[in-house]
């Protein structure tokens, strides 16, 4: 969401969860939130988050779940995606979307008072923690958001992004957090909404 870089093959980010192989990515989101639906929703949160990027970490050892190291990376996801929530009072809305043609979610976010997952400073939270922790963050806002029965909308007409995923991987990813979520087996134009008196879209799951 925060930029349109592609994901490369082997990169850095290959081994993590937001990996360029979309299957193997919806494969674990999916076995997470099967977690989800057996424990308390705060808990699950908590797990389901930090266990994705966990799993690769403890692939073929005996390290538990339990292990500082998890602790600390669940923590740290906690810790960023309270920074990373702009305006979590407001009762708008929440914004996604991307930056292009001199529209970004955040500034429209602003503009129209809506909640949305943005800070000035993530390229140094990029350095400092890794994209896949940030990519974490922007998933645990996501459901935080729907649990609190929050209605989405966008800056950007999410159904070039469902046909053209490589355009900004970043927003795709959200929409594929969104639908999963919600339960639909595939976007189609009846899931957006754009009103004539306004320049963002929403979600109608």
């Known amino acids: ?12 980010e290959y081994y993590g969860a937001w990996a ?22 705060a808990y699950c949160v908590y797990v389901a988050i930090s266990g994705i990027y ?13 292990s500082a190291e998890y602790v600390n990376v669940a923590n740290q996801v906690d810790d960023l ?13 929440v914004m996604l979307g991307t930056d292009y043609a001199g529209t970004t979610w955040y500034g429209l976010a602003d503009q129209v008072g ?17 994209d896949d922790l940030m990519q974490m963050s922007n998933y645990n806002f996501i459901l935080q958001e729907k649990a609190l029965g ?40 009846s899931n957006f909404f754009k009103s004539e008196t306004t320049n963002y879209w929403q979600f109608i799951p």
């Open 150 to 189: 929050r209605t989405f909308y966008f800056s950007h007409d999410p159904m070039i992004y469902v046909q053209n995923p490589a355009l900004a991987p970043k927003f795709y990813n959200e929409l594929e957090w969104l639908r999963q979520e919600y339960g639909i087996t595939q976007f189609s134009v």
């Open 1 to 12: 969401m925060i930029s349109d870089e592609y994901i490369t093959n082997e990169s850095s």
């Open 54 to 66: 966990y799993s690769y970490l403890a692939s073929g050892t005996s390290t538990t779940i339990y």
């Open 81 to 93: 995606t309270t920074t990373m929530t702009v305006r979590p009072s407001s009762t708008n809305g």
């Open 114 to 130: 809506m909640t949305c997952f943005y800070s000035p400073n993530y390229n140094s939270y990029i350095v400092q923690y890794g």
């Open 20 to 41: 360029s192989n979309y299957e193997t990515e919806l494969e674990l989101i999916e076995y997470w939130q099967g977690i989800m639906n057996t424990a308390l929703a």
